[in-house]
T-cell receptor, first 113, second 115 residues
Framework: GENVEQHPSTLSVQEGDSAVIKCTYS??????FPWYKQELGKGPQLIID?????GEKKDQRIAVTLNKTAKHFSLHITETQPEDSAVYFC????????????FGKGITLSVRP | GAVVSQHPSWVICKSGTSVKIECRSL??????MFWYRQFPKQSLMLMAT?????????EQGVEKDKFLINHASLTLSTLTVTSAHPEDSSFYIC???????????FGPGTRLTVL
């Protein structure tokens, strides 16, 4: 089955700096890669996603890149703000109506004011 | 993004009682719903997947007689924790997907505490 690795487990950046979170996956059949942000005591919020037919996607301060050959994808947050502090989960999913997301272990991002 | 609601947001119950958690997709048809469990500072653990009108498919190690899942309509799924015990205390999160689209959306979660 799919295995998603997420590194590092914690990341601290200064407000205004950029943050990059990387994930690797094992199943070359996976074709959908979402990123979720989870604040304390809340459910995960889908913030951006990318499909395997695209190499990069951007939404304001957030971007995701995908390297299918190397089987890794990254979340880029520019101009970080304290409200970006949260746990971020990457995930991967193969095709199929009933296919399941496989999540990474999550990374705690802290943005220092 | 699409909205998924959960009720209640938190519940405290006595050991041996049953607790029902509702999950609703508010603005889309959820052909598939998922139930997750999350322990503090850990990732999401999938418990079961359900399609509307069908029996749920449980992940290995999840007791289907203890965690009853019903997905009776395209907008509602319920999880019933039967004969709850303190070790069932956790954060339960539902998720929903319209399989015509790739996105999967999560509810706000339900904090269950069993005394």
């Amino acid at each position: 089955g799919e295995n998603v690795e997420q590194h590092p487990s914690t990341l601290s950046v200064q407000e205004g700096d950029s943050a990059v979170i990387k994930c690797t996956y094992s199943d070359s059949a996976s074709n959908y890669f979402p990123w979720y942000k989870q604040e304390l005591g809340k459910g995960p919020q889908l913030i951006i996603d990318i499909r395997s037919n695209v190499g990069e996607k951007k939404d304001q301060r957030i971007a995701v890149t995908l390297n299918k050959t190397a089987k890794h994808f990254s979340l880029h947050i520019t101009e970080t703000q304290p409200e970006d502090s949260a746990v971020y989960f990457c995930a991967a999913r193969p095709p199929g109506a009933n296919s399941k997301l496989t999540f990474g272990k999550g990374i705690t991002l802290s943005v220092r004011p | 993004g699409a909205v998924v609601s959960q009720h209640p947001s938190w519940v405290i119950c006595k050991s041996g009682t049953s607790v029902k958690i509702e999950c609703r997709s508010l603005d889309f048809q959820a052909t598939t719903m998922f139930w997750y469990r999350q322990f503090p500072k850990q990732s999401l653990m999938l418990m079961a997947t359900s399609n509307e009108g069908s029996k749920a498919t449980y992940e290995q190690g999840v007791e289907k007689d203890k965690f009853l899942i019903n997905h009776a309509s395209l907008t509602l799924s319920t999880l019933t924790v039967t004969s709850a015990h303190p070790e069932d205390s956790s954060f339960y999160i539902c998720s929903a997907r319209d399989t015509r689209a790739p996105e999967q959306f999560f509810g706000p979660g339900t904090r269950l505490t069993v005394l």
